[in-house]
Structure formats: structure tokens, C-alpha cells
């Protein structure tokens, strides 16, 4: 799930923003994947899962923007939607895109933890990533 896209930056930039996304203090919660759809309308390029609604996820992602700011990043723009893209598909008839989807797209999973968030970055390439791994954060229990 992205919580904040914040697009090609220096290291300087960069490195201030993982300070600033160090600060963020969140507790853990539970999520649920609600809900299978995709984008690219008349081409479907990317299968994704919808996320139930979650005033913990919204605090953190409002988190994760005011960190950008912090850093001197500019603001987003896009409302929040988020989502976990399941695959990306080139070349795929619409129409199967659609059955599929008719017969899955009520999909619910269970609840499940989330302990921490991830800073990545990602290297050129077509299609999107590879992505790395620059940093991560757990969320503590707070008292």
C-alpha cells in the first residue's frame, strides 16, 4: 500500500525524509482487503485488492505527508486510495479481465497485523520497480 509517492528526489531529500518518517508514533492495527478491481479501462494494465476503510491507515498516511512536508517535499496532490496492486498485465483482453472480476471481485480477507511501514525507493525499469528497501519503521505499542 502506498502511503506517500514522493517521486525522484536527492539523497540529501531523501535521508530528510526518513528522519522525519522516524517521528511518526502509531500504534499497530489490523487491515482488511476488501474488493478486487482494476485499472486501465478499455486495457486493463494492473489487478488490485481495495483495502477496508481504516481511521489508523488514514492517520498514517496523513503521517507519512506531513512528514514530506516536513522534509521540504512538495504536497500531494491525489486523494488517498489505497490499494495493493496483485498484477500487472499486459495484453489482456478486457472482456476476461471483466469475467474474472464478476465471479472474484467480492473478495474479503481476513484481518491481518501491521507492524511497520517501508520507505522504497525504485530503479528504472519497465513496468515499475525492482523496489528496494531503504528503511523500515515499526509501529510501537503506545501507552
Known sequence: ITLR?????DGAAA???SEALDAINAA????ILDGLGSFGRGRPRALWAGVAPNAALEALARANDKAALAAGLERE???FHPHVTLARMRGVKAAAVA???SGNGA???PAFPVT???LYSARQSRGGGPYVVERAFDLEQLR
Open 5 to 9: 509517492f514522493i517521486g525522484d528526489v
Open 15 to 17: 535521508e530528510r525524509f
Open 28 to 31: 499497530p492495527f489490523e487491515l
Open 77 to 79: 496532490t491525489r486523494n
Open 99 to 101: 469475467a474474472y472480476l
Open 107 to 109: 473478495f474479503l480477507s
Open 116 to 118: 511497520r511501514f517501508v
